[in-house]
Nanobody
Framework: QVQLVESGGGLVQPGGSLRLSCAAS???????????MSWYRQAPGKERERVAV????????TYVDSVKGRFTISRDNAKNTMYLQMNSLKFEDTAVYYC?????????WGQGTQVTVSS
């Protein structure tokens, strides 16, 4: 089992930046470095969408078109932590951001962190 805890959300003006973190607290049976990790977001009234995904080793990353060139996903397997650097934020980036670990038939979610882009 594992607990995923997001942090780093907040209120930011358009054009600003935020860095989200997702820390994995391992209880047992979970090896962070073996799991692909993703960031999802859900805006009010909309379905949850996957924003970015990073492979277990960090060698491969994929982004939804709307954030390409602005967001960067990364991970530090030694620290059991994943990051999302968000630059040039737009109003439409406002959402609750969730981290996700998937692999070996299991899926884990964090509780989410609110990102609000407002002037």
């Amino acid at each position: 089992q594992v607990q995923l805890v997001e942090s780093g959300g907040g209120l930011v003006q358009p054009g600003g930046s935020l860095r989200l973190s997702c820390a994995a607290s391992v209880v047992s049976g979970f090896t962070f470095r073996s799991y692909a990790m993703s960031w999802y977001r859900q805006a009010p009234g909309k379905e949850r969408e996957r924003v970015a995904v990073i492979s277990a080793t960090g060698g491969t990353t994929t982004y939804v078109d709307s954030v390409k060139g602005r967001f960067t996903i990364s991970r530090d397997n030694a620290k059991n932590t994943m990051y999302l650097q968000m630059n040039s934020l737009k109003f439409e980036d406002t959402a609750v951001y969730y981290c996700n670990a998937a692999g070996f038939g299991s899926i884990y979610w964090g509780q989410g962190t609110q990102v609000t882009v407002s002037s």
